[in-house]
């Protein structure tokens, strides 16, 4: 079963202490529990009247739902369950959904913003102390001190990859060529360090270590801030103007300068726009009610269009001066719920 995000009432806030807690973020809490709600349902003699709902009717109201009602009404009978799990598989199949908010970093408390302004909360073990680097199609890669891992935070599933051969993390880019469950998923993670320069690891699926790249010195290319995967090759932007692709054929890696309106047919244009600043672009400070002492540090992601893909820039969003920082952060993702067989992993 998902995720159960209980909704939020009022607009988030972040104490000058540095520390959310849930009480400001005005969570809305469930005073009963759900083996006490079947039991009163179980008395009044409702249980069989609301399971025995026709199946047209079922499928009437789950087509109404969004993903974390549906995976409410999954878990409340048999019927219920087969009817959300039909409209979940459509939602797994379909990678064509605006991304959700997902703020994390007060310990596993976890809140959700969807696209319609609704606000979800639920405690999510996995991203206490963690990073999320890069953001694909449902799926998280999250790296938490050399430990890497895929995440699905509407299904819990979860897959685990061989160690990252560093402990800690800076100015990095990451992305992940198709969903972990498939055969041809390929990670990249390009990482500067400031005394060594920029180094590159590749993973491929089914590979029980990661190949570090060679790469030659890099000029003028400044804070690494997203990443993505296409036509067999790795794209790594800076903040700037500068892009570094890695090919996965030719296992070279190349620099590039992208130039604005440029119209001559000699020069090759991507497949992709760039989204710079997309949480303070939509207000989302403002949209989540985040004080101005909060600072955070936003994972990107991809969104699939039919004719041009759009990438949303990593940001690094700092608070006011004269404001003490609370420290949060955040990864934009799709809603897409997956459910892996028992024995799902890296290796095949």
């Known amino acids: 079963m998902g995720l159960c995000f209980a909704k939020a009432q009022r607009e988030p806030s972040c104490a000058s202490n540095g520390k959310v807690t849930a009480r400001q973020l005005g969570i809305l809490r469930v005073e009963e529990s759900s083996m006490t709600s079947s039991k009163k349902r179980k008395e009044s003699g409702m249980t069989g009247l609301w399971s025995g709902l026709p199946a047209d009717l079922l499928s009437l109201i789950v087509d109404r739902l969004d993903l974390i009602e549906l995976l409410s009404f999954h878990g409340v009978c048999k019927a219920w369950r087969a009817a959300a799990s039909t409209a979940l598989s459509k939602i797994e199949a379909s990678a064509n959904h605006k991304p959700w908010f997902l703020i994390y970093g007060e310990n596993s408390q976890c809140h959700l ?31 938490q001190g050399g430990s890497m891992f895929f995440y699905c935070p509407f299904s819990h599933a979860k897959i685990d990859i061989p160690t990252f051969p560093l402990s800690v993390l800076s100015n990095h880019a990451a992305a992940f060529s198709s969903p972990p469950t498939t055969l041809e998923c390929i990670v990249a993670v390009m990482h500067r360090d400031i005394m060594s320069g920029f180094s590159l690891y590749v993973l491929q699926r089914g590979a029980n270590a990661w190949v570090k790249c060679e790469l030659v010195q890099f000029y003028n290319v400044r804070e690494l801030c997203s990443a993505i995967y296409g036509n067999q090759n790795f794209y790594f932007f800076d903040k700037i103007n500068k892009l570094i692709t890695y090919s996965v054929k030719e296992k070279t890696c190349v620099q590039h300068t992208l130039l604005k309106n440029e119209n001559s047919t000699t020069i090759k ?59 949060l952060k955040g990864v934009w993702i799709q809603p897409r719920f997956f459910h892996l067989s028992p024995n799902q992993s890296w290796s095949f």
């Open 113 to 143: 913003y969807n696209e319609s302004g609704r606000r979800y909360t639920n405690s999510i073990p996995e991203l206490d102390g963690a990073t999320c680097i890069a953001s694909h199609q449902g799926w998280i890669l999250v790296f």
């Open 269 to 327: 244009h991507l497949p992709y726009v760039r989204s710079k600043s997309h949480f303070v672009r939509r207000n989302m400070r403002k949209k989540l009610g985040l004080g101005e002492d909060v600072s955070i540090s936003i994972c990107g992601t991809v969104v699939q269009n039919d004719s041009t893909d759009i990438i949303i820039c990593n940001e690094e969003v700092e608070s006011a001066e004269e404001f003490e920082s609370c420290y």
